[in-house]
């Protein structure tokens, strides 16, 4: 019975709201919906509404609506890309300050080994661009990296 009234209390009664039921003719074999609201009796061919609810449920096909599928994907990168420009841009920035401290530091450790430097001095610098890399790294945690995002 299933397959012939599957939308039984799925499908609501248009005259007074609760849900249809189906039910068999078992003589000549046809199905139904009925209303069971006593004085509604509302009561439809389950052939008919079946091939109703099918055409309702086509004009929500996703292959029809691909056209504007498309609009939406680009308009949302459009957007997405809009709205993180700037962070993007300051990821790039972050990375490559990053990049010049490690040759800052590296230089500054070549220098101490070669005693071009002291102590004191590499000491005060080490502390120094340690310093700048730690607040590098922080706001490189928050900026949006480039690449992740659709372009
Ligand atoms: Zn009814």
């Known amino acids: 019975m299933?397959?012939?009234?599957?939308?039984?209390?799925?499908?609501?009664?248009?005259?007074?709201?609760?849900?249809?039921?189906?039910?068999?003719?078992?003589?000549?074999?046809?199905?139904?919906?009925?209303?069971?609201?006593?004085?509604?009796?509302n009561n439809k061919s389950a052939t008919t509404l079946n091939s109703l609810f099918e055409k309702v449920l086509d004009r929500f096909k996703i292959d029809r609506a691909k056209d504007v599928i498309d609009l939406i994907k680009q308009q949302t990168v459009a957007v997405f890309n809009q709205l993180t420009a700037g962070k993007q841009d300051d990821y790039q920035h972050l990375q490559r300050q990053h990049r010049e401290i490690v040759t800052k530091i590296n230089r500054l450790e070549e220098r101490y080994v070669e005693e071009e430097i002291g102590g004191d001095l590499y000491h005060k610098y080490r502390q120094r661009y340690d310093d700048e890399r730690i607040r590098n790294?922080?706001?490189?945690?928050e900026a949006i990296p480039a690449g992740v995002e659709p372009r």
């Open 2 to 41: 299933f397959p012939y009234i599957p939308l039984k209390r799925f499908l609501t009664c248009g005259h007074c709201g609760k849900p249809l039921r189906g039910y068999i003719v078992k003589k000549k074999n046809l199905h139904y919906y009925k209303c069971c609201t006593k004085a509604c009796n």
């Open 137 to 141: 790294r922080g706001k490189t945690d």
